[in-house]
């Protein structure tokens, strides 16, 4: 709250505007489908094409340099809980992932090659306060091929009800985080990816595995995917 050009909420709202345009053929004018369009083309995403990374929000850059990996105790735990509130708002941390999220849901819509730059430069600062982090972490971290690491997040995300993790699975179980750890094997391990009418299926294989199998509908066909020896 409180911040200016937040790359997330910009991303996707460009993402909005160029997917809107072609549908409202027809149905919008044209000089309204054309400022879509424009105004699209000139917002501000944070991108800087140096380091590969997006600054999440404008001044965010600026903040207190914190690495939480080096001082939290253990994650995952809630920033402002570690830092209390006044120093976790100035400084660089997260309790979860936010430019990660624009590879997550539009990664047609982020430069190509840069989530291993904003992996590398989010996850250090990130808490995982929340309990969709993991699961979103498990995700991008399988897509970049870092298969440890990735493999414990997604324990992480499987067991946050069973373990109790944050000390409130009393109150209800998360059920959101029980979707990211099925995305996390279905768009992560597994690889699956809409590309236009097509389904592309990328899948790798995390240590420790023998095989993966997944079976979805994909536009009313049943397709079974994933990693599996031949027997």
Known sequence: MGVDDNAFTNVMARW???HAAPVGAGAVDERERRRWLELADAIVDGYDAQTG???QFAG???LEPLLIADIAP????AADVLLRHERASTAQV??????LMLHYLVPDEVTPDSLAPNLDFYEPRTAHGSTLSPGVHATLLARAGRLEHALQMLRLAARIDL???GGNTAGGVHLAAMGSAWRALAFGFAGLRPIGNALGIDPV???GWDALELRVRFRGSRVRS???PSR
Not at 74 to 77: G, M, S
Not at 94 to 99: G, I, T
């Open 205 to 207: 294989l995390a240590p």
């Open 53 to 55: 990374v997006y600054e």
């Open 163 to 165: 373990d109790d993790v």
């Open 94 to 99: 997260l309790n979860q992932a936010d430019v």
């Open 60 to 62: 965010f850059n600026a």
């Open 74 to 77: 253990w994650r995952p735990l």
């Open 16 to 18: 909005n505007l160029r």
């Open 226 to 228: 994933g990693w599996i």
